[in-house]
């Protein structure tokens, strides 16, 4: 990772660089209340057009959130820490930029899911990133 | 450091001259020191044209003159033993001084070059008689000079 | 070390009223040689004086003596005349009377008299001062007076008054108490005359023997003194580690100091006659000359400081400083002198604590990179946001300690970059520069275009830029937002840091646009402008230029000028978006518009917020951000 060396372009240099704590200006905690691991989030339609006033992580979310994809999937898929996807999702669901939804087979106010199917789909994205 | 090397020796020269001067000077300005006196004390006190003894007796013996000279002038005391009459002594041929060489007259002794505030002590052993004390130079003598003493 | 030189070229004191001598030369003459001659002259004047006073008074003393003695024969003849015409013959006692009276008149109270040599001239002669002389003139007086009051009487009386024969005596009486009396002063005067001459006498003898011996103390302190400054001259000239060396106008070595045996290997007499030049390493001739032709045409009395290495014997470079004088006036030496030290020793000093500074940053970068490792482990790990907020603040404190190791590295002037193959989103770079900021919230970055920069350049950047990030934010009030933005220019790319805060006075805003377009080698460098130091080197290494510029809201506006060398479009790399504001605000903001013509660099128009529509999205498969065809650069 240091010294003088072939290091890739700018994916290395990502990770070498940019930390975490720029893309949500230090917050770790979201906006929004209800935001599970399991969360799912789906782009609002025409969010597209308000792209280009986007940075560039909520950009990629909306991208990828068209259909719906939970919380997890999201923070996998985009190599994003949890909390830090939580945030961007949390401001993403208050600007009105995408719509939250429990998943159907786990949503239940008084039935919480249980923690090993969470730590399944948890274990089945990592292997993905 | 180059400066205390010649700074001492050239003080030490100036210490030496200063203190070739500080012996010469004093014994060159030194005063003659008077002999204790012994003997009878007579002091004599000469001025213009007198001379005042304050004993005009004295025991035989060592006599002692303490002269002091008033001045202006310079004066001498000469003593010589006589029988004439002090105011009458023979004089020279000038009619000015005394002849002390005349008959009837034995010079004792003199001292003389007494400047201003000079004094002197003139000590004699002195056999009983009659003295005559006077100054020798031209006049002073007929001014009156001169003081009787006498010796018993 | 030179001698201390003085205004007066080295003398102090009284030293400084004497002329030059040409025999004295340029030798320091001190304050002890001032006072000599000083007094020599005070004893000269002294002697001369009192020459002058014991001639005077010996001519008035003879004369006074003079006067004395011829009163005797005065009286003598008044006595007569009186007798004589008391007898019946012819005299002239009145005048006689007067004659008498007239020597004692002068000598007490003053008066003139005829010279003795009988030429005629008149001689003043002064009232007599000593008391004695002045009693003994006194009492001559009284009885001049009784000689002539009998006189009177016995010319009233004649011959044939009873007290005839006893005046006559009294008168000749008188006479001969004048002459006794007379004679005495006269011997007063001439004994006081003596006196006070043997007394000249001996403050004369004294005198001169203090003229001896300061006069030979003269010749000692002059002696010393030639031979002391010789000595040193030689010694230090002999011994010391630097060089003394003279070129002659041409540039030959017309002369050269013993000691470069020492320094260089060479003996004198080889150095002299060759040109200076033949000795100084290739890369630094053209300098040396430089400032060489430069002194010699500057005024005389100049002086001017180069480093230069130069040739040992034995073929190694020696490391010297060099101050030289230009002394073409001065006829002795009629060229330029050098001083020149032997500092290869420090050089290599400063090379080894360099070396030593930058093995310690190293290390200690490594370490800092290690613990941030760790740390993105942990945060990829936390769910709870609590100990992800600690998280975030150790990972924003180890980003800093990265800086300033990496600040560490940049001073001990190694040049080891850290090399990215492939080129690097300017916006990732700007954001980099951001995360390594205390106070990154505040930034705002706005309207960077699809640009990449040359991986060789990427870490140099991200880190000027963080230096002038973290200035704009500590000189700015913690309300305040600090704005980065970008523009196109004719040759390149301008990032904009501009801060609402203090601002900075124009003479230190001068004086960092100073650090920042030459800093400083070696090791100079001053720790209020240290920051702007780094950037200045960061900038040179690429060709990057950066200046400070008052900023209209009252702070400060720092930019950057990437040459076009170093960017590179956007399809260089797929994960480029069209301008939009770089995510840390949650609204994005309009580009503000802002002008940025600085002198030397072309006027440009600041590209206005252009929003289009994002191509369609790509879903899974590649982690990477979705792929876009990017703003193409114009």
């Known amino acids: 990772m240091s010294g003088a060396g072939a290091d890739e372009g700018g994916r290395t240099w990502s990770r070498h660089y940019r930390r975490p704590y720029t893309v949500t200006g ?26 280009a006033g986007l940075g560039r992580e909520q950009r990629s979310i909306a991208a990828l959130c068209r259909e719906a994809v939970s919380v997890a999937e999201i923070s996998g898929r985009l190599d994003l820490l949890l909390g830090v996807t939580r945030v961007i999702v949390g401001d993403m669901a208050l600007q009105g930029l995408v719509l939250l939804y429990r998943p159907q087979a786990t949503v239940s106010e008084a039935d919480p899911p249980p923690v090993e199917l969470l730590e399944r789909v948890l274990d089945g994205l990592r292997n993905i990133s | 450091m180059a400066w205390t090397r010649a700074g001492r020796r050239w ?99 003199d001292v003389g070059g007494l400047d201003i505030d000079d004094r002197e002590t003139l000590t004699l052993d002195l056999t009983p008689g009659h003295y005559v004390l006077y100054c020798n130079l031209e006049g002073h003598y007929l001014g009156g000079m001169y003081a009787a003493l006498t010796v018993r | 070390m030179e001698p201390r030189r003085t ?23 001190g304050r002890r040689l001032g006072w000599v001659i000083f007094l020599l002259i005070v004893l000269v004047a002294a002697i001369v004086g009192y020459n002058a006073r014991a001639i005077a008074q010996q ?104 007290q005839y024969e006893a005046d006559v005596t009294k008168l000749r009486v008188l006479g001969a108490q004048l002459s006794s009396v007379s004679n005495d002063a006269a011997q007063e005067i001439t004994q006081q005359t003596e006196a006070s001459i043997s007394r000249l006498v001996r403050i004369e003898i004294a005198l001169g023997l203090l003229g001896v011996l300061a006069a030979l103390a003269l010749g000692l302190v002059l002696r010393r003194a030639g031979t002391e400054q010789a000595a040193q001259f030689r010694s230090l000239v002999n011994n010391s580690s630097d060089l003394i060396t003279v070129l002659a106008p041409d540039g030959t070595i017309a002369y050269q100091s013993p000691s470069v045996q020492r320094v260089l290997g060479r003996p004198a007499a080889d150095v002299v006659g060759t040109t200076l030049g033949d000795l100084v390493h290739p890369e630094d001739r053209h300098d040396v000359n430089e400032s060489l032709t430069k002194l010699a045409e500057a005024a005389p009395g100049a002086t001017d400081n180069f ?37 290869t020793e420090q050089a290599g000093l400063r090379k ?33 946001p609590d100990r992800l907020q600690e998280l975030f603040r150790m990972d924003h404190l180890a980003t800093r300690m990265r800086r300033n190791v990496e600040n560490l590295i940049v001073l001990s002037g190694v040049d080891q970059r850290r090399r990215w193959s492939e080129s690097v989103p300017l916006r990732d770079v700007v954001e980099a520069a951001v995360a390594e900021v205390e106070d990154y919230a505040r930034v705002q970055v706005a309207g960077i275009h699809d640009l990449t920069l040359s991986g060789q350049a990427a870490s140099d950047v991200a880190h000027l830029l963080a230096e002038l990030v973290e200035n704009a934010t500590s000189f700015s009030s913690p309300t305040t937002r600090v704005e980065i933005t970008g523009g196109p220019t004719g040759n390149g790319y301008v ?102 013509t600085a002198p030397g660099w072309q006027p440009h128009a600041r590209l206005p917020l252009r929003r289009h529509a994002a191509p369609a999205p790509t879903r899974g498969g590649d982690t990477d951000a979705a792929a876009e065809a990017g703003e193409p650069f114009d």
């Open chain 1, 26 to 51: 230090g917050r770790t905690r979201p906006a929004h209340d209800e935001l599970e691991l399991e969360t799912l989030v789906q782009t609002v339609t025409g969010t597209d057009e308000q792209l």
């Open chain 2, 11 to 109: 003080s030490w020269a100036l210490a030496l001259v200063l203190a070739a001067l500080a012996v010469a000077v004093p014994l060159t300005v030194a005063r003659r020191q008077e002999p204790p006196p012994r003997g009878t004390p007579v002091n004599l006190e000469l001025e213009d044209f007198k001379i005042q003894e304050d004993a005009a007796v004295v025991p035989a013996g060592t006599v002692s003159f303490r002269i002091l000279n008033h001045g202006p002038t310079t004066h001498e005391v000469n003593v010589i033993r006589t029988d004439h009459d002090p105011g009458k002594l023979p004089l020279q041929r000038d009619g000015l001084t005394v002849d002390d060489e005349a008959k009837g007259i034995d010079a004792v002794d």
């Open chain 3, 7 to 29: 205004a007066a070229g080295g003398r102090t004191g009284i030293g400084r009223l004497i002329p030059r001598l040409p025999i004295l030369g340029d030798l320091r003459l």
């Open chain 3, 59 to 162: 001519r008035g003393s003879a004369l006074v003596v003079n006067q004395a003695t011829r009163q005797r024969a005065l009286v003598e003849r008044y006595t007569r005349d009186v007798l004589l015409v008391v007898d019946g013959f012819k005299a002239d006692p009145k005048d006689s009377a007067e004659a008498v009276r007239q020597p004692v008149d002068v000598l007490l109270d003053g008066g003139s008299v005829r010279a003795p040599g009988g030429d005629g001239s008149r001689v003043q002669i002064a009232p007599a001062q000593n008391w004695r002389i002045r009693r003994k003139l006194e009492n001559d007086r009284r009885l001049i007076d009784e000689l002539i009051t009998i006189g009177d009487r016995l010319l009233k009386r004649g011959p044939d008054n009873p």
């Open chain 3, 307 to 343: 480093g230069c290495r130069l040739r040992h014997e034995d073929g190694s470079w020696r490391h010297v400083e060099s101050t030289c004088t230009n002394l073409a006036d001065d006829p002795r030496v009629n060229g330029l002198v050098l001083n020149i030290r032997d500092v």
């Open chain 3, 352 to 384: 080894s604590i360099s070396d030593l500074l930058h093995n310690l940053a190293r290390r200690s970068q490594g370490l800092v990179d290690r613990q941030l490792e760790l740390i993105d482990e942990l945060e990829r790990n936390e769910v709870d």
């Open chain 3, 495 to 596: 990032l904009e840091i501009e801060d609402h805060g203090i601002g900075m006075s124009d003479a230190d805003l001068a004086e960092a646009n100073k650090r920042l377009a030459e800093p400083l080698s070696a090791d100079v460098a001053v720790s209020r402008m240290m920051g702007f130091h780094v950037v200045g080197r960061l900038a040179a290494r690429h060709g990057i230029k950066v200046q400070l510029r008052q900023s209209w809201f009252g702070g400060v506006t720092a930019l950057v000028l990437l040459p076009a060398a170093l960017l590179g479009s956007a399809g260089q790399h797929p994960a480029m978006a069209p301008p939009v504001p770089a995510g840390v605000m949650v609204s994005p903001e309009p580009l503000r518009l802002a002008d940025t």
